[in-house]
């Protein structure tokens, strides 16, 4: 068995021990590290770090600086040339309606049909033939001053038009009366009275024609008319009568603005009398 003998200690000089002169060796090495980061520090690596940190500092600026509100006029001059095109072509919309919707207006008849709406006056020329029972037949003529008016149709009238013909007097002998429609209300009950009397028809260019469809004699209402004499006694003493006019009876015309030519024929409603009125 080997026995470890301690070494005397001199006074004069030391050896440190081969621990000590490793960690020694260790420090040394430590310290030379040190001193080599601390020479790349101060060389182009700090250069890199510093530029790193300049880069990444910029960015920050840019983000949160106001210079963002300098490009709003960029946008306003975006925007502008936008806004004054949309204006243009609203105002060139808004012309092309309103010439359109003239147009339309300009298309459109003053009234629904070619018939011209207004009031003639002049003379009717009137002719009744007639036989009474045991009489002998007979013929009356008259001239009687008369007024024609046309206009829109009245209440729920199927004409395109309304027409109206009568003698300015309607007591003489000879005396007519046509109207093709009526509306109005019952004096009697209040309700409302809407009747048609004539089916009228036009060729859009002022000519027409018609039939007497619905005496309106059972409704007592029937106002296409003719007064002509009838007899008090047998075959004597004639006197002026109303006769209403059959649906046999038929109209037709031709009116412009400044004239007017109409021609009325039929039978009276109890087949006695024939007629025709003529207005040229």
């Not at 036989?131 to 729920?156: K, M, N, Q």
Request: glycine share 10%.
């Amino acid at each position: 068995m080997t026995q470890l003998q301690k070494e005397p200690r001199s006074n004069g000089s030391r050896r440190p021990r081969p621990l000590t002169r490793r960690l020694v060796a260790a420090l040394s090495c430590c310290l030379v590290g040190v001193a080599a980061v601390s020479a790349c520090g101060d060389g182009d690596g700090s250069g890199e770090a510093e530029s790193a940190t300049s880069t990444s500092s910029t960015p920050t600026i840019v983000v949160t600086s106001s210079e963002p509100a300098t490009d709003t006029p960029l946008e306003a001059d975006t925007s502008e040339p936008a806004y004054a095109e949309e204006s243009e072509a609203d105002e060139d919309s808004y012309a092309t309606d309103s010439e359109t919707e003239s147009g339309d207006e300009d298309d459109v008849p003053e009234d629904g049909s070619g018939v011209p709406h207004g009031e003639w006056t002049g003379t009717a020329q009137v002719t009744v033939d007639f036989a009474d029972p045991g009489c002998a037949a007979d013929s009356r003529s008259y001239a009687l001053p008369a007024t024609l008016i046309i206009d829109e149709p009245v209440g729920t009238e199927g004409n395109s038009f309304h027409l109206s013909w009568a003698s300015d007097d309607q007591t003489a002998d000879g005396a007519f009366g046509v109207t093709s429609a009526q509306s109005g209300t019952d004096t009697v009950d209040g309700e409302s009275v809407e009747i048609a009397y004539w089916s009228l028809t036009d060729d859009g260019d002022g000519s027409f024609s018609g039939q007497l469809t619905d005496t309106a004699a059972a409704a007592g209402a029937s106002l296409n008319l003719l007064f002509v004499p009838k007899p008090l006694f047998q075959c004597g003493t004639y006197t002026s009568f109303p006769y209403g006019m059959n649906t046999d009876t038929t109209i037709e015309g031709s009116i412009t603005d400044d004239s007017a030519s109409v021609t009325l024929s039929g039978t009276t409603v109890d087949g006695t009398r024939s007629f025709r009125v003529e207005w040229s």
